[in-house]
């Protein structure tokens, strides 16, 4: 009796499991631009047209951890197009290198996609930069970074 209870509950067991994996469609995804110093992979921006909307996704490599054992680990932010956000949050980005804005205390909080994005003035081996920073990870960027990303050169 036991045996067939136990056998019972694992059927059922497995089927729930199995239930709660839902498998994406393939997406078709288009890079934009793409920054790998000295090869290794720092940031990517690709988009995918789907209906009427395009959708971007910038993945980056997350600079929190800097240290001696630090591993590799990369953050992502999944966006709309809808209102022209591409434009908009590349301007934002390239703000950060005007000269009304280029005291420190400048800085930029906003929505983007699903995630709160946190801009603020860095300082990088060959100049001043800007710090993207989510509750996930933070890359930092320089203004010719941002045009190639942004496939902008």
Excluded at 42 to 58: C, M, N, P, Q
Excluded at 97 to 123: C, I, K, P, W
Excluded at 133 to 140: L, R, Y
């Amino acid at each position: 009796m036991i045996r067939i209870l136990i056998s019972i509950l694992f059927v059922v067991g497995s089927h729930i499991a199995a239930a709660q994996i839902t498998m994406a469609e393939k997406v078709d995804w288009k890079p934009i631009g793409k920054l790998r110093p000295l090869g290794t992979m720092k940031a990517s921006l690709e988009y995918s047209v789907s209906g009427r909307d395009t959708i971007y996704f910038l993945f980056m490599k997350d600079f929190t951890n800097r240290g001696e054992k630090a591993e590799s680990k990369f953050f992502s932010i999944k966006f709309n197009g809808i209102d022209n956000t591409f434009e908009k949050f590349y301007q934002l980005l390239k703000s950060f290198f005007l000269d009304e804005n280029r005291g420190n205390s400048y800085t930029q909080a906003f929505r983007l996609g699903d995630q709160m994005v946190y801009l603020q003035h860095t300082l990088l081996v060959t100049g001043k930069g800007v710090k993207l920073s989510t509750k996930v990870g933070d890359i930092t960027l320089s203004e010719g970074d941002i045009d190639k990303l942004f496939g902008k050169r």
